[in-house]
């Protein structure tokens, strides 16, 4: 269970892992109107969603390595829309090479970025990192849940910000983030916050995860907000 930065599948920790495992097949297309992550309520099975989510034109990014500076790309368009005259100098452009498809699990590795502290609340990015050698994309939301020193999981709460996603593309070496917010200050009936040893981040549309460090006490039921997928790795 104690893995940092290596792929596996989730043993039988609890329903409400299993569940939240579940939940992040979905979260790559998911769009900020749907409902949030819920660790819990989620019905197991092998369905998996289409890697390519439709992207609005104008709304993919790439991340260079070594640099958060976005690029914006044009609308992507079928080969028969090319005209006949260019069609054979864009097939020949290709060169064999397949278009880049979704980060997997395997291919990324995972961090928590610097804590931002202030009257209670904490920002922090989380951080993905494409370690292969081909480039990829992600899109969307991580499925998280927070595990205690002793591997067991707690109340995790993830809550998806009204923020749209967009594709972020990273070339080998290159980041994604997803900015983290969480508060430290019981509410409600709470007089002490659980504290977390690790956290598990599920990438999106992935079920196989990683394990990164992350000790913190996140109070509101283990509420947790995320913006989507940008690029770089820093807030």
Do not use: K
């Amino acid at each position: 269970m104690r893995r940092s930065n290596g792929a596996g599948r989730l043993p039988a920790l609890s329903m409400v892992v299993a569940g939240v495992l579940m939940a992040s097949a979905a979260c790559g297309s998911a769009t900020p109107a749907q409902r949030n992550i819920s660790p819990a309520g989620n019905a197991a099975g092998d369905a998996r969603p289409a890697d390519a989510a439709p992207i609005a034109a104008g709304s993919a990014v790439t991340a260079v390595t070594g640099n958060a500076a976005p690029g914006t790309a044009g609308e992507a368009r079928p080969v028969s829309a090319v005209p006949a005259a260019g069609a054979a100098a864009t097939l020949s452009g290709l060169s064999g090479a397949a278009a880049p498809g979704r980060c997997r699990t395997g291919a990324l590795s995972a961090r928590v970025g610097r804590v931002d502290a202030g009257a209670g609340q904490r920002y922090a990015p989380l951080v993905f990192t494409n370690g292969s050698t081909r480039t990829c994309w992600v899109y969307g939301f991580p499925g998280l849940v927070t595990i205690d020193r002793n591997g067991d999981a707690l109340r995790t709460r993830p809550r998806r910000e009204n923020v749209r996603p967009q594709r972020v593309t990273l070339r080998p070496g290159a980041s994604a983030h997803f900015r983290m917010h969480w508060t430290e200050v019981p509410s409600g009936r709470e007089t002490i916050c659980p504290a977390s040893a690790r956290l598990m981040v599920i990438p999106p549309d992935e079920t196989a995860y990683l394990t990164v460090p992350f000790s913190a006490r996140v109070c509101d039921d283990g509420r947790i907000d995320l913006t989507p997928a940008a690029p770089g790795a820093r807030l």
